[in-house]
């Protein structure tokens, strides 16, 4: 009988990503606020759910895969009775992603009744991208490094702007190209650690696995700079105020934590402040840049 593991759950609502979620449906309605000065909150309470148990039903079904495919695991599933407590923390992973993953159809459905079929490529997206997780998008590293940011940058923050206004506005897109490049940042530094653990994986397709430290500090570098010139050029154009100049000042923070990936390499998890400057930088620089929208 199924021993469902509350911890095994637990452990899926990773602070870090939801601060990003936080974040990116912050930097949706900060937007809605350049353009149109007003906000139902009724509406964003509604936004605000739907991406919560998205995220929710993603880390889930991603912790499943993580427990199914770990050595210990696959070895102990060898016997005939299999190892009870991996087999229930991998079924509670389940079950709980798969609770997760009808309320977020449930809520995706109330939505599209509520906001019109505008919002349906949202959600046929984003339960594309949550399916073919484990499947397909976590097996190939290209996919693995960009679709973070697909998935937190784009898809929360085009979603929550649709479902507060109605419609998709160019300024969205623009600046959720930002948070695009920092999200697959964070995700790219953070697997730095899981290299020994992911080359015990059959079918793993983490991109520093695959290409190895120096090509995804080359990648890293490249996303930190393509973050920090759009902020400037945004401004230079005049596409966004001159306060939104402030967004540059956690940006120093990535670059410290990309001297700490070419120091430390995969031994980067025993130097914990280097992660925790990526995590800064790819949090505070979108909330500032959502503030500046909000003040100009």
């Not at 798969?98 to 490529?121: D, E, T, Y």
């Not at 479902?163 to 920092?182: D, E, S």
């Not at 005049?238 to 670059?255: C, H």
């Amino acid at each position: 009988m199924l021993a469902f593991r509350f911890k095994a759950v637990l452990r899926t609502i990773n602070l870090s990503y939801l601060l990003l979620t936080v974040v990116c449906i912050f930097l949706g309605f900060s937007a809605v606020i350049a353009n149109h000065g007003d906000v139902n909150g009724y509406l964003l309470i509604a936004a605000c759910v739907a991406a919560f148990i998205g995220h929710f039903s993603l880390c889930t079904f991603h912790e499943y895969s993580d427990l199914k495919h770990t050595w210990a695991f696959k070895l102990n599933s060898k016997k005939h009775h299999g190892h009870p407590r991996a087999r229930d923390q991998v079924n509670s992973a389940f079950l709980a992603g798969l609770v997760a993953l009808i309320v977020s159809l449930s809520c995706g459905l109330f939505l599209v009744v509520q906001f019109g079929l505008g919002i349906l490529p949202i959600g046929v997206i984003g339960l594309m991208v949550l399916l073919s997780y484990s499947s397909i998008i976590k097996k190939h590293p290209i996919y693995s490094l960009l679709a973070p940011g697909f998935g937190f940058a784009l898809l929360i923050a085009l979603g929550t702007e649709y479902v507060l206004v109605g419609q998709y506005t160019q300024l969205v897109w623009v600046i959720a190209m930002i948070p695009f490049f920092l999200v697959n940042n964070l995700w790219l530094l953070n697997n730095y650690g899981d290299m020994k653990a992911s080359a015990d994986e059959s079918g793993h397709g983490d991109f520093s696995m695959a290409y190895g430290i120096k090509v995804s500090n080359y990648v890293y570098a490249v996303f930190a700079t393509l973050a920090t010139l759009m902020i400037i050029l945004y401004v230079v154009i005049g596409y966004l105020p001159v306060l939104s100049l402030i967004a540059l000042i956690p940006m120093p923070l990535a670059f410290y934590a990309l001297y700490g990936g070419i120091k430390f390499g995969k031994n980067i998890a025993q130097q914990p402040k280097f992660l925790r400057s990526n995590l800064i930088a790819t949090v505070a620089t979108p909330a500032l840049l959502g503030l500046t929208l909000i003040l100009d």
